[in-house]
T-cell receptor, first 112, second 111 residues
Framework: DTAVSQTPKYLVTQMGNDKSIKCEQN?????MYWYKQDSKKFLKIMFS???????INETVPNRFSPKSPDKAHLNLHINSLELGDSAVYFC???????????FGSGTRLTVV | RKEVEQDPGPFNVPEGATVAFNCTYS??????FFWYRQDCRKEPKLLMS???SGNEDGRFTAQLNRASQYISLLIRDSKLSDSATYLC????????????FGTGTRLLVSP
């Protein structure tokens, strides 16, 4: 069973479109995260939710809107996609203390 | 200044060599320290946690120097399968854990 699963694995879309990435975890964790890894391979946190509540919101354009319908799911919606949004987006989950931190396999987003 | 700094490499070593990676962090309030491994086009995976007393896991040894804000990873008897990017990671446990990643050091082990 996949512990942290993201869909889609690859996403190619045009500038200006709106797209969503979904993430689900079956580890029983109460905290989930979105990270962005850019073309220089720098991995940086974007958001974190604990039990559906937002606890970390780094300086991210408000075109990015996370949604957590329950503690096992954290989706990322991106409006008006720009070329600079092209990156690999990783979902992760853990217990609030950080125990068991596990990453999903990533979604490679390409904006053309 | 980046919060976590690493030499990007690549480090090219032959099989069987010993290689050491270093990392410095800027926030003295950091409380947890890790080394992650990331293979090409894959997600980061925890390699080992790093403790002040130093810790060893097989061929891998990690050290932390809080006074110098310096973390190291030593790999002995390198294998071809060790080729990957090694990410230095720090976290502050302020009720929840936010991982701050270095840019990674790329290791290439050749036959």
């Amino acid at each position: 069973d996949t512990a942290v699963s993201q869909t889609p694995k690859y996403l190619v879309t045009q500038m200006g479109n709106d797209k969503s990435i979904k993430c689900e975890q079956n580890l029983g964790h109460d905290t989930m995260y979105w990270y962005k890894q850019d073309s220089k391979k720098f991995l940086k946190i974007m958001f974190s939710y604990n039990n559906k509540e937002l606890i970390i919101n780094e300086t991210v354009p408000n075109r990015f809107s996370p949604k957590s319908p329950d503690k096992a799911h954290l989706n990322l919606h991106i409006n008006s996609l720009e070329l600079g949004d092209s990156a690999v987006y990783f979902c992760a989950s853990s217990h609030l203390t950080g125990d068991g931190y596990t990453f999903g396999s990533g979604t490679r987003l390409t904006v053309v | 200044r980046k919060e976590v700094e690493q030499d990007p490499g690549p480090f090219n070593v032959p099989e069987g060599a010993t290689v050491a990676f270093n990392c410095t962090y800027s926030n003295s309030a950091s409380q947890s320290f890790f080394w992650y491994r990331q293979d090409c086009r894959k997600e980061p995976k925890l390699l080992m946690s790093v403790y002040s007393s130093g810790n060893e896991d097989g061929r891998f040894t990690a050290q932390l120097n809080r006074a110098s804000q310096y973390i190291s990873l030593l790999i002995r008897d390198s294998k071809l399968s060790d080729s990957a990017t090694y990410l230095c990671v720090v976290a502050m446990n302020t009720g929840f854990q936010k991982l701050v990643f270095g840019t990674g050091t790329r290791l290439l082990v050749s036959p």
